[in-house]
């Protein structure tokens, strides 16, 4: 067969195939580009977000689609997830991936981006607020690192978002005193152990870390134990936080007035029981944000407090003191011991390990977009975002996890950078429309991608390291090998009354 027959025999097969694509569009009618199963979603965009998680939550939240189209919820919902994942990447490129196998638009074309854009204007960000809600709740595996006592270790700690700088964002979010950019607020609920976000709260950054804290509270569960650093604690907050079954070991300021207690008895370990009393300053402003000027005084109640220094030591010699005090639920000291309590309250640092998890590696440093901030220019549009970046954030950590389950070892020897980098990778490669020319397909690519991320060098989970945290720290201080040395010590509280009741 000459060159030009072969040519011509081409053209035809390829004229064909186009008509057989166009006829299945057309069978499969309007709704049929709707549905998110595995024709139009591959079997990896799947591990995102679930197809049915999706569509229970547009039927939850009650969206429905007006009409018929490509950029139905459903899909949309899986471009903006894409859009977080692929932070530096095109409106348009993504959308390319994410919609790649639905037969119209592999006809008639990749939706734009001002499309894209209209479609999202359609779809509440309470739908992408519930797949996270719900896919949160389906948790990975807790191993052994996860627990302290047989209690699952959780944390709970707020940070903020910059986001774009329109009229419409200043409008629905505050910027704060000498900021550059409109902020968001969020507070969230972290499985230390894994660094799973069990729930969140997000809000305008004008909303204070307690405010979104005090909402976040049910969300805490018997037979865990909850760690908070020290701008959490009021007595208020304390009581209804205890009353959810949860145990709780949260810091406490340093100064004398900024813990309302009276001590009961000094324990063999060197930690105390103490009375907790609200402070007549804790009951003014809770009288206030509640509108109640004759609200009670909380009852008193019984905690146990410890108080401890930490010594960092870098190879130099060069040492540093921090002083802390943490009150607790656990009263028992036999069974839980001061030392491995003031050891234990170090894990609440993994919530500030997955903040920068968020907002550097999966968001990207640097505040030129599309960097650190959201591409929404409404607030709808950002509430969006910064709910799928959550989402995303748990798929990735999925991944890491099964990885180190399947390898049996700690989690933390798994770097979510190279899980990320992997996932963008066989996203944009290995999960497109089949080849038009052989059918080749891979057979499974979840165990694909799973069996790249276990090949991967490790991470040293047990190594300990100190950095500058501070800008100014920063400038003179690098990041160095340490060894910590706790030291537990006195107690200087005044002593409750013998006719005291607790």
């Not at 894209?116 to 779809?123: I, Q, T």
């Not at 499974?444 to 501070?470: C, E, F, K, S, V």
Request: net charge positive.
């Amino acid at each position: 067969m000459s060159d030009s027959a072969m040519l011509s025999a081409g053209a035809v097969r390829q004229a064909a195939d186009q008509r057989e694509t166009l006829r299945a569009a057309v069978i499969a009618g309007p709704a049929g580009v709707g549905t998110l199963d595995e024709q139009v979603t591959g079997r990896l965009w799947p591990l995102l977000a679930d197809a049915a998680l999706i569509e229970r939550a547009q039927a939850v939240v009650g969206h429905v689609d007006a009409r018929r189209r490509v950029l139905t919820g459903a899909v949309t919902v899986m471009i903006v997830l894409g859009l977080c994942l692929f932070r530096r990447e095109s409106t348009s490129v993504v959308t390319a991936r994410v919609t790649s196998r639905i037969p119209r638009t592999r006809v008639e074309g990749t939706p734009t981006a001002a499309a894209v854009s209209k479609a999202r204007g359609r779809l509440p960000a309470a739908v992408h607020q519930r797949v996270f809600t719900t896919g949160a709740r389906s948790t990975p595996t807790f191993g052994p690192e996860s627990y302290a006592f047989g209690l699952l270790v959780t944390a709970i700690d707020g940070t903020v978002f910059d986001l774009a700088d329109t009229a419409r964002i200043r409008a629905g979010f505050t910027t704060p005193t000498g900021g550059r950019f409109p902020q968001a607020r969020m507070v969230a609920l972290v499985a230390c152990g894994i660094r799973w976000i069990l729930a969140a709260r997000i809000a305008s950054s004008g909303t204070s870390e307690q405010a979104l804290a005090d909402d976040l509270i049910g969300e805490l569960q018997p037979g865990t134990i909850n760690l908070a650093d020290r701008g959490f604690f009021s007595m208020d907050r304390w009581t209804r936080a205890a009353a959810t079954g949860a145990h709780l070991l949260w810091r406490v300021k340093n100064g004398a007035r900024s813990l309302p207690a009276r001590l009961v008895e000094v324990l063999p370990d060197g930690s105390a029981l103490v009375q907790l009393a609200e402070s007549d300053a804790m009951l003014s402003r809770r009288r206030t944000t509640r509108a109640d000027r004759d609200l009670p005084r909380l009852r008193p109640r019984l905690a146990r407090l410890v108080e401890f220094t930490v010594t960092t030591r870098d190879r130099a010699g060069r040492t540093t003191h921090s002083r802390y005090r943490v009150l607790t639920t656990l009263l028992d000291h036999h069974r839980h011991p001061a030392t491995a309590l003031a050891a234990l309250y170090a894990e609440r640092w993994q919530i500030e390990l997955t903040h920068g998890r968020l907002k550097t590696t999966l968001r990207g440093p640097g505040t030129r977009p599309p960097g650190t901030r959201p591409r929404g220019q409404t607030p709808e549009l950002a509430h969006q975002e910064l709910w799928a970046l959550l989402t995303v954030y748990n798929a990735l950590v999925r991944l890491a996890v099964t990885t180190a389950v399947d390898l049996n070892i700690d989690p933390d020897a798994v770097s979510f950078a190279a899980v990320l980098a992997l996932t963008r990778a066989h996203l944009a490669s290995q999960d497109s429309a089949p080849c038009v020319n052989c059918g080749h397909d891979d057979p499974d690519p979840a165990t694909t991608l799973l069996t790249a991320i276990a090949a991967q060098p490790r991470n040293r989970p047990t190594r300990t390291r100190t950095g500058p945290r501070t800008k100014r720290q920063r400038r003179t201080q690098r990041t160095r090998d340490v060894t910590y040395e706790i030291t537990i010590t006195q107690i200087d509280l005044p002593k409750a009354s013998k006719t005291a009741k607790v």
